[in-house]
Nanobody, 123 residues
């Protein structure tokens, strides 16, 4: 069993900053990818940023230069530093992780999601 617990959302004025955290715990052998997605009301969930175990990162065009994803592999934690926030960044932000676990049958690879954290940017 694996759990992802997010924190750090909230209400901020346009131009402000927030830092999201997501900690993974449980049966973790290794974590290949950790990332952040978001879903605004009436819209589909979209990728915000991802970080691979090899250290590469990828960002949505809409957040490049404003958001930074980082990882603390020792703590199985991923962060999303958000600056220069805009009202259009308002959404529920979800942590995602692709995790290998050790089971009786061997290693298994699964995707996990956090419960989501609300980010609201007022104009």
């Amino acid at each position: 069993q694996v759990q992802l617990v997010e924190s750090g959302g909230g209400l901020v004025q346009a131009g402000g900053s927030l830092r999201l955290s997501c900690a993974a715990s449980g049966n973790i052998f290794s974590i290949k990818i950790m990332g952040w997605y978001r879903q605004a009301p009436g819209k589909q969930r979209e990728l915000v940023a991802v970080s691979t175990s090899g250290g590469s990162t990828n960002y949505a065009d809409s957040v490049k230069g404003r958001f930074t994803i980082s990882r603390d592999n020792a703590k199985n934690t991923v962060y999303l530093q958000m600056i220069s926030l805009k009202p259009e960044d308002t959404a529920v932000y979800y942590c995602n992780a692709r995790i290998t676990s050790a089971q009786a049958v061997g290693l298994t690879l699964n995707d996990y999601w956090g419960q989501g954290t609300q980010v609201t940017v007022s104009s």
